[in-house]
């Protein structure tokens, strides 16, 4: 028993012994292990640090002190500066807190419960090469080593981490980028982040969340949610606050061209972002706001768009689904720009002017799922646009205002049609709206437009490209619909509506008269179609049009210089295109004229030639320019204020060769007003009459064929005019001529010729036949009374001139008939007048008056037989001093074949005698004499022509004589 009490007692003694000495093992492990984390790891670590740091980065870093504290396995940093090799800060922190949660070691799990960050100082550098400062200084201190065979035993897990609680409070980023030409930094402060409970494996119980904060002057980023790393998996809400144009305009230089001068932008949204099997990535509820855009070119200050207000709501997307989805965009405020400079280059296309790149995104790779979108609608209001445009000769500056935009939902599916309608108000004066409904693609349209009260001179620019016209007013209306589709080549359409213009004043854009005019002009119902081009109009009304047409000093006419000259070089066409039917087609239905007015001013004229057609109205029916086609015309008004004009016919297809007619008639138009005409091309004005004409035209291409009767009713000239282009003849002997016992003038003046000829007019064709045929009447005065006169077979020459037997006041055989005539024209022609002058033919008359005296002498009547005259004569001649037998003066004249008929014997026998008669000195004179009296008396007492009318003058000694020996006078004709 006491042996075993003895070993019980060494047991336990021995028991004691071993306990207390673990327990002192025990408490000098502790002390070791306590002087090694208070003392030993601070110390090593204060030098380890920097050393890591410069040999794996190339820093130059300074600790101000770290402490350690084993036994709740935390770690303490205060006072971390570094630079890198340029000497140029790169990290820094205050304090740096990091807390290792022990017991979850022994479950392989590296949990870290609390990690604290005070104050932390970042740079980060975007370098040119797109690479970051910090991997560049790791590439640079740490050369890649040799490959080495991996090894099988190597786990592909990742490691246990876990993060409870990491905090970073009052941090900041510096962000330098250098990748662009101009160099760039952001900074970021402050930047606190919260960060709970995150791990590196799956669980199935919780998530982390997070919170990050970060602000760039006024721009915020906030971010926060739930986050899991393995499988990577976040949820939970990001918004970037108030980014600046600066900011925007730095990162998205390469892919903008266009330079933002203004704006802040808010982006909102959810998000949920999975990678597990397949990576996940969706977002709801977006919301989109910028405030104040202000966009324009890269190389200009001007801006070409401003904006008040942009907002986008419910904005979500799914990568996955390739769907994105967002509100009604709303835009308040926008004023855009628009610019075309003089090579025709708009300023909102310039970016993209000289870009070849054809390369095409193929919006279906990675997928054949096709990507889907919708937007809820679009709304613009208090907006504006302005356009300036350089192209013209003078600049364009036209704009709307007011601007309300509404289209209802768009999406991918572009087939579907799109319900839309604005409105806006033209700064020049005008309203316009449209709505109805498009289809993107393939493009249809189909539009209610209408405007009211559009102002034409704000398009005076583009009228100016065409045209010289300044527009000093005009309103134009449209109401109608367009409906366009381009499912198939051509592009398709048409428009049907109504359409007026009124109050319109167009005038020369170098002058102030005003040229064109109208108080309305309405077209209704207007059809016309895209392609094949086609318009049809039923019904134009023209109300008070007026028109000012002049004819300028050079000769040309105001007219003329409507249309700018333009290269004509090529626009002969192609001869091998048909020409049965044109391009364009047009028909009317019929034109109604209301009280219109033409006016015309000659200024060749001095004085200046003006009168005025008006009152003019009628209608227009069936223009068209496909045949066969038969229009008529009926117009009615009034020329120069008193005379009464009517125009009639009908209308070919136009721009055929068919034929068209027509007939002007002009009544009782006052000849006075045509005095400078005539005072021109006559010599003389014009003291009164009336001028009737009945036009008849046949047009047939540009081929005229037309007959114009022309009436002057009692026309008297008035004072002689100066004038180098005057006929020089006796106009008023002319002007006589041609009138007709009541006073009037009646021709027809043919005319025909080609008028695409440039050396062609109408008017200037019968004014030169006009002025011609008086001419001719007044050089040849019995040639135009023989021409327009019955003379019952007598010539104009034969009316002009009277014969006498030699000698003898009396006329020869047949001439009474010339007497007839003549006293018949005087008749018919009051103005004209007759002048006779006696005349003798001195040889002829000398020997008819001696053989009348011979005949006296020898009692023989010229009357009696040849036998009887010849047997007088032969006595005559026996009883004279001649020396000559009668038998050998027979024989003498009969000559060697002594042959001799009775009128040759008696011709000699006169012949002879009559050299032995002596006339008295004035018997030639009292011969003209008495035929000059004989010859009014006839006029006057046989052909009862007044006396008024003939007028005897002094008697001559130049009368002709014909080879029959009679004596021929002429008469002179002159007007009153």
């Known amino acids: 028993m006491t042996v075993d009490k003895e070993k019980t007692v060494v047991a336990n003694r021995t028991r004691r012994l071993s306990a207390r000495n673990i327990s002192i093992a025990v408490l000098v492990l502790v002390v070791i292990y306590a002087l090694v984390g208070f003392l030993a790891l601070p110390w090593w670590l204060e030098r380890e640090l920097p050393e890591r740091l410069q040999r794996h980065l190339g820093w130059q870093a300074e600790i101000g002190d770290v402490g350690v504290n084993p036994f709740v396995m935390s770690v303490e940093v205060l006072g971390l500066d570094a630079e890198d090799s340029d000497g140029e800060p790169v990290l820094a922190f205050d304090r740096l807190f990091a807390n290792l949660g022990v017991w979850r070691l022994v479950t392989g799990t590296v949990a870290l419960q609390n990690i604290e960050l005070e104050e932390p100082y970042i740079r980060l550098d975007l370098l040119d090469d797109y690479s970051v400062n910090v991997a560049r200084d790791w590439l640079a201190n740490n050369p890649p080593a040799e490959e080495t065979a991996s090894d099988e035993t190597t786990s592909d897990e990742p490691a246990r981490l876990q993060f409870d609680r990491v905090r970073v409070a009052g941090g900041e980023l510096l962000f330098r980028d250098f990748s662009q030409e101009s160099p760039e930094e952001f900074r970021v402060a402050p930047l606190d982040l919260a960060l709970n ?326 077209l209704q119902p207007v059809e016309y179609n895209v392609a094949p081009a086609r318009l049809e109009i039923g019904t134009v009304t023209l109300a008070g049009p ?37 391009e364009f087609i047009f028909r009317i239905g019929q034109v109604m004229l209301e009280e219109g007015a033409i006016s015309y001013t000659d200024r060749t004229l001095d004085p200046t030639f003006t009168t005025r057609f008006d009152r003019l109205r009628g209608s227009v029916t069936g223009l068209s320019n496909v045949a066969p086609q038969q229009g008529k015309v009926s117009v009615q008004g009034r020329a120069g204020d008193v005379a009464s004009m009517t125009l009639d016919g009908s209308l070919a297809a136009l721009g055929t060769d068919d034929t068209s007619e027509l007939r002007l008639s002009m009544e009782n138009l006052s000849l006075p007003m045509l005095s400078p005409y005539f005072g ?95 001419a001719k009447a007044a050089t040849s005065p019995f040639s135009m009374l023989g021409s327009i006169v019955d003379m019952a077979g007598l010539s104009g020459e034969d009316l002009g001139r009277i014969s006498f037997e030699p000698g003898q006041v009396e006329l020869a055989e047949g001439e009474n008939a010339k007497l007839e005539a003549l006293g018949a024209a005087l008749n018919d022609r009051p103005s004209l007048v007759l002048n006779i002058r006696g005349a003798v033919a001195p040889q002829a008359d000398a020997r008819g008056l001696r053989r009348q005296r011979l005949f006296d002498q020898a009692g023989i009547a010229e009357t ?113």
């Open 864 to 976: 009696a037989p040849p036998a009887k005259r010849i047997a007088r004569l032969e006595q005559a001649y026996s009883n004279s001093d001649n020396l000559a037998s009668l038998d050998a003066f027979r024989e003498n004249v009969a000559g060697e074949d002594g042959e001799l008929s009775q009128a040759q014997w008696e011709q000699a026998l006169v012949d002879r005698l009559i050299t032995d008669i002596d006339l008295p000195p004035q018997a030639l004179d009292n011969l003209a004499s008495a035929r000059g009296g004989w010859l009014r008396r006839q006029m006057l007492e046989n052909h009862d022509v007044p006396e008024s009318q003939v007028f005897l003058l002094d008697p001559v000694r130049d009368a002709s004589a014909k080879e029959d020996g009679k004596v021929t006078i002429d008469f002179e004709l002159d007007a009153r």
């Open 546 to 582: 007026t028109v000012n047409v002049v004819r300028e000093g050079d000769g040309g006419y105001n007219l003329q210089r409507i249309v700018r000259s333009t290269s004509t070089e090529g626009s002969a066409g192609d001869s091998s295109a048909d020409d049965s039917e044109p």
């Open 197 to 522: 409970d995150l791990a590196t494996w799956p669980r199935e119980d919780t998530d982390s969340n997070y919170y990050l904060l970060a602000v760039v002057g006024t721009q915020t980023i906030e971010w926060e949610g739930d986050l899991s790393i393995a499988p990577l998996y976040s949820r939970g809400f990001i918004k970037l606050g108030g980014v600046t144009h600066a900011t925007l305009q730095h990162f998205l230089k390469p892919y903008l061209p266009y330079r933002l001068h203004d704006g802040r932008v808010t982006l909102s949204s959810d998000y949920e972002l999975q990678s597990a099997e397949e990576f996940l990535l969706t977002t709801a509820n977006g919301q989109l706001n910028i405030e104040n855009l202000g966009l324009g070119l890269a190389n200009s200050d001007d801006l070409l768009l401003e904006t008040d207000s942009i907002r986008v709501g419910e904005i979500s997307f799914g990568l996955n689904s390739r769907e994105a989805s967002s509100g009604t965009v709303t835009i308040d405020g926008m004023n855009l720009s628009l610019h075309r400079d003089p090579e025709g280059l708009v300023n909102l296309l310039k970016p993209f002017q000289g870009n070849t790149d054809d390369e095409q995104t193929d919006g279906s790779a990675g997928s054949n799922m096709p990507f889907r979108w919708t937007v809820a609608g679009l709304e613009v209001d208090n907006s504006s646009v302005s356009w300036r445009d350089e192209q013209p000769q003078t600049e364009a500056k036209l704009s709307l205002t007011d601007l309300n935009i509404r289209v209802d939902e768009l999406s991918h599916q572009l087939e579907d049609p799109v319900n839309y309608k604005a409105d806006a108000t033209l700064g020049g004066g005008g309203h316009l709206m449209f709505n109805g409904q498009t289809t993107p693609m393939p493009f249809t349209l189909e539009a209610g437009i209408t405007g009211s009260d559009i102002v034409l001179a704000q398009f005076e620019a583009y009228f100016n490209e065409a045209a010289n016209l300044n527009v000093r007013d005009g309103r134009l209306n449209v109401d109608g619909n367009l409906d366009l589709d381009q499912q198939q080549d051509p592009l398709t359409g048409t428009f049907s509506g109504t359409g007026e213009v009124a109050s319109l004043d167009l005038r020369l854009g170098d002058t102030e008269e005003r040229l064109i005019g109208w108080q309305t002009l309405r």
């Open 680 to 774: 021109r091309y006559l010599g003389y004005g014009v003291d009164s009459g009336k001028l009737n004409l009945d036009l008849d035209y046949k047009f047939s291409g540009s081929t005229i064929d037309a007959g114009n009767t022309v009436v002057l009713d009692r026309l008297e000239l008035g004072q002689p005019v100066p004038s180098d282009q005057a006929v020089s003849a006796p106009v008023k002997l002319g002007l006589a001529l041609l009138r007709d016992s009541d006073g009037v003038i009646d021709i027809n003046i043919p005319v025909s010729g080609d008028l695409e000829s440039p050396d062609f007019s109408v008017g200037q064709v019968v004014m030169n036949a006009f002025v011609n045929l008086v």
